[in-house]
């Protein structure tokens, strides 16, 4: 009996100090994305993680994983809502499924530039959309820039008509392929981590997107020509499995949110210097030719896409559009 009494002792000793042991282990926080470090988001996720590691020691650790290394574009919002990570930032084109008005995002020429973005991001409208998707599980923490987009292609770009019949990779976003639908281009969809081998290998033979993303992931050596069109945005939405977020600790949760809004300043105010030392590095490559487009070949553009617009207005809210629209004004 003794042998017995002592033997469920070190049991149950054994059962408690592991019980201990568990209850102290930080909280693992995977944070994937699908681009390089040297990016804004790349940078936003690095600076997270050290903040996060140095405010919270012991209580939580983040493990960021780029370049699509954990999952590629058409697995991580499924991972998300399984749990198999805690951290994403896709681009705003990821989101027209879980929730139509945010397609505003895509509209071409909607924005003047960043500053008119985060203007509308800061809004009581902006803020909503953060929100929109939980019923769909999925909580958004903040807005993240990129930068504005250009146009690549293998032939010059400077009129509507110098689209036509190019095959432009795209984002799988309905609007996105409407936008070059309407200047007579093909659009075809494709993950971010296939478009160099896309680009080099004729699958598609245009794409947009931000210098800071072309030189990252070397589009300039593939691509002869970049139009500095600035005619549509990649941001991004730090997003979260809102069952996951609610049910952390009321202290832990609140010292992130803090900390991701420290990041988002620091975010966004990297973007343009990043994208304009991009730009610098794909010029001094002197493998692409950059085309500054004037004011009124812009405008060409900006009218060829501009139907778009009406063709979402419906499921975006025409009311949405007016407000993104007056952010334009400072």
Known sequence: MLKFTAKALVCAISLSLAG????????????????????????????????????????????????????????????????????????????????????????????????????????????????????????????????????????????????RGLKFRVQASAVLEEQFKAVRANPRKMSFAEVYQGLQTGVVNGTENTWSNYQSQKVHEVQKYMTESDHGLIDYMVITNTQFWKGLPADVRSELETIMAEVTVEVNKQADELNQSAKQAIAAAGTTEIIELTPEQRGQWREAMKPVWQKFEGEIGADLIRAAEASNQR
């Open 20 to 163: 201990l042991a568990q209850a102290e282990a930080p909280i693992i926080i995977k944070f994937a994305h699908v681009v390089a470090d040297n990016t804004p988001k790349g940078q936003g996720a690095l600076i997270f993680k050290k903040l996060a590691e140095e405010r919270l020691p012991g209580k939580v650790k983040v493990e960021v994983y780029p370049n699509s290394s954990l999952f590629g574009d058409g697995k991580e919002m499924e991972a998300l809502l399984l749990g198999d990570v805690q951290l994403l930032a896709p681009s705003l084109a990821k989101f027209e499924q879980y929730a139509k008005p945010m397609q505003i995002f895509d509209l071409p020429f909607l924005f003047d530039d960043l500053a008119a973005a985060d203007r509308f991001q800061s809004s009581p409208q902006g803020k909503a959309l953060l929100t929109s998707m939980e019923d769909k599980n999925i909580t958004g923490l903040a807005y993240w820039h990129n930068g504005t987009k250009q146009m690549s292609a293998n032939k010059p770009l400077r009129e509507p008509s110098d689209a």
